[in-house]
């Protein structure tokens, strides 16, 4: 079909191509590879077909926006067809008489797939221009509170733009030429969609029909070779990064896991992450991964309720931060710049809860609350940065082993003079820790659930006793606060206490204390199965060791703990107890289980004041327009935001309780 002098043209845009493309590529794996945790390419290649099925089912598009994740996933489909079809047309270009070629079945099946897809895919990224730029969707916008890059924001918009005209154009351009070949030949019934517009052709002479399958060819294939070295650039690069991110992401127990810092090692002159890289190889990916989709801010109990924190613009941010720099990131050269300096303002910092919803919701499995996570490690760890609260709590901990500064020798005031609670070093034999938690020995509420517990654990026969005054903090709020020196140190404590009393089984009311000691412990060789205490009820119902009475409720939601369920995948344990209960109907919240609304306690943030919109507010609302007696909980944070947020919407509103205080009310 090609003419001689256009074969050789083509020829050497495809050399011009080549080279601007492994140059560019070249220098952003550079820059990945001047990150400072190297990829695990051994455990990559583990991971090689999760990320090829990610690419080739879409699947992580379809936890939010269903119908437009299978337009999305409609476009990928067909451009990931439109590889192929590059090929066959780069062939049909050089020699014309594979046009005829035919393979029964194969080559009309193809035909009639291509044609369908590039109607599919036209009208898709037709559908997601109006989207952005006529409807404007308020879901792709970030706040004007939220600090962005000077180039982000028209930059998003252009690349937009860019990417949605090329496909537009490079599919719209094959799919013209089609026509105009089947024009000029004859209608083909495999390729309905291109017949139909080649009609409008008939009138046209043969040459031109022929001149304008040339330009059409062009058309279609030079955009491909034009958009090729545009790609490290552009959002359109998470079509492959996605899949190497997921590939790359290191194994983990739990999404708010972070690798532990070697605190005795002098060598080291960095602790946590304080410049682009500082970063590991894999937070880069993310930069590249990212489609500016904003399903994370959308997700984001901090953006949703007005804070200067949105997940999206940080991967955003990361990335035209990268693109300015590009040339000199790839020779290596840093600018001295900390993050905190461009990535986001020092109050987003602190306003992220680490719920885990922005890594849920992310579709190329980015983790923005782990970059947040090891920015608060260099602010408090290399410059002892951090909102005065948190220094507070942090220094409770510390000083007393509390958060709440209350001593170690305080922590059996809870022990009502009813309750004989068996402690560890009176008989260390027993099955299981009864871990209390700092909130269960001292907050007035979270006791109650402290006596709940022992009042179950009596009644069900179990062999238990508690630590009393030799249990301390886990360290949690420590490590999410960004304090990994007082964190490891809590953690040791815990664990020689553990090892003295040769304990096995833990059980806790507490998901943060869950988390912390069944994910993070074992860091430190401190192995033990934890048992959430709603499981460990559930379990006890189960057997027939409690029996339910039935009671004056009628109607429970169940609001979802983020350490207990995105964390750690817990969703039924507390359902099942509550479905359990003779006579109370279980009321689903709008946002539920992976999708559910923070309370806004978690990442430390239970000690820190809150401006604006109150995230407990905006979850009670949700909670209490369900019209139940009560809202139960299975976390002591949990409870305390519910319960204020509730009362501060409505005084008669539901009540908060947690769910071991409505099973010992019915036992
Ligand atoms: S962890 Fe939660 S609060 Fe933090 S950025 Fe992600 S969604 Fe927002
Ligand atoms: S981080 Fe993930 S969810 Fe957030 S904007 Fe980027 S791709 Fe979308």
């Given at each position: 079909m ?86 066959f047309d780069?062939?049909y270009g050089?020699i014309p008489a594979l046009s005829h070629f035919e393979?029964?079945?194969?080559t009309n099946?193809y035909r009639i797939?291509v044609d ?58 094959r799919f013209l030429g089609e026509s105009f070949h089947l024009a000029a030949n004859e209608a083909d019934k495999f390729q309905p969609f291109a017949s139909a517009l080649g009609q409008l052709w008939g009138g046209c002479s043969a040459d031109s029909l022929v001149i304008s399958e040339h330009?059409a060819w ?450």
């Open positions: 090609l003419s001689v002098p256009e074969m050789i043209i083509f020829i050497i845009a495809v050399i011009v191509s080549a080279y601007l493309s492994i140059r560019n590529f070249r220098k952003m794996f550079t820059i990945i590879g001047h990150g400072a945790q190297p990829i695990d390419w051994k455990n990559s290649c583990k991971n090689l077909l999760k990320g090829i099925w990610v690419f080739i089912s879409q699947t992580t598009l379809f936890n939010r926006r269903p119908i437009l994740s299978y337009i999305h996933a409609g476009i990928a489909w067909g451009f990931v067809l439109y590889m192929l079809v590059n090929v780069v062939f050089y393979i029964p079945y194969l099946f797939f369908i897809f590039s109607v599919v895919v036209m009208l898709g990224v037709m559908w997601f221009l109006i989207r952005r730029f006529i409807l404007r969707d308020e879901a792709l916008t970030i706040r004007d509170n939220v600090q962005m890059h000077p180039n982000a924001q028209s930059g998003m918009k252009k690349d937009s733009l860019i990417v949605g005209f090329f496909i537009m154009f490079h599919i719209g351009g330009i062009w058309f279609a294939l030079g955009l491909i070779l034009a958009f090729i070295p545009y790609f490290p650039f552009s959002k359109h690069a998470h079509l492959f990064m996605g899949p190497l991110n997921t590939m790359t992401k290191p194994e983990k127990i739990s999404p708010a896991t972070i690798e532990t810092i070697d605190m005795e090692d002098e060598s080291v002159e960095q602790w946590g992450v304080g410049m682009l890289n500082h970063l590991p190889q894999t937070q880069i990916i993310d930069a590249f991964a990212c489609i500016a989709c904003s399903r994370c801010q959308e997700a984001c109990p901090a953006y949703q309720t007005g804070k200067e924190l949105s997940p999206s613009a940080i991967e955003i941010n990361k990335r035209y931060y990268i693109s300015e720099h590009f040339s000199d990131l790839a020779a290596g050269k840093f600018p001295e710049e900390k993050l905190t300096d461009w990535l986001f303002s020092t109050d987003a910092m602190w306003a992220c809860t680490t719920c885990g919803a922005c890594i849920e919701a992310c579709p190329v499995g980015n983790e923005p609350m782990v970059d947040i996570l090891r920015i608060r490690q260099d602010a408090v760890l290399m410059d002892g940065a951090m909102p005065s609260e948190a220094a507070q709590a942090l220094k409770g901990i510390e000083n007393s082993g509390s958060p709440w500064s209350v001593p170690n020798d305080a922590r059996e005031d809870w022990i009502s003079e009813d309750l004989n609670v068996p402690k560890m070093r009176d008989s260390s034999e027993v099955e299981y820790l009864y871990w209390v938690g700092c909130a269960g020995a001292i907050d007035d509420n979270a006791q109650k659930v402290s006596r709940a517990m022992i009042q179950i654990l009596e009644k069900a026969g179990v062999s238990y006793a508690i630590l009393g005054n030799e249990e301390t903090c886990t360290g949690d709020s420590a490590r999410r606060i960004g304090n990994e020196y007082l964190f490891q140190m809590m953690a040791m404590q815990n664990i020689e206490t553990f090892e003295k009393y040769g304990v096995k089984k833990i059980i806790t009311q507490c998901p943060h204390c869950f988390n912390t000691i069944q994910n993070e412990y074992p860091m430190f060789d401190g192995n033990y199965e934890v048992i959430h205490h709603t499981e460990f009820i559930e379990q006890l119902i189960r057997e027939g060791k409690l029996t339910i009475e039935n009671g004056t409720i009628e109607a429970i939601t169940y609001h979802d703990s983020c350490y207990l369920g995105r964390h750690n995948g817990i969703y039924d344990a507390p359902r099942n107890v509550l479905t359990s209960l003779p006579g109370v109907g279980v009321r689903e919240m709008p946002r539920t289980k992976d999708n559910g609304f923070c309370c806004g306690a978690g990442g430390g943030r239970m000690w820190m004041e809150e401006g604006g919109e109150k995230i407990n507010v905006n979850r009670a609302k949700e909670a209490d327009s369900l019209g139940c007696d009560v809202v139960a909980t299975a976390c002591p944070f949990c409870f305390t935001m519910m319960d204020d947020g509730i009362k501060e919407i409505n005084e008669d509103g539901a009540k908060t309780k947690d769910i071991a205080v409505i099973v010992a009310e019915r036992i």
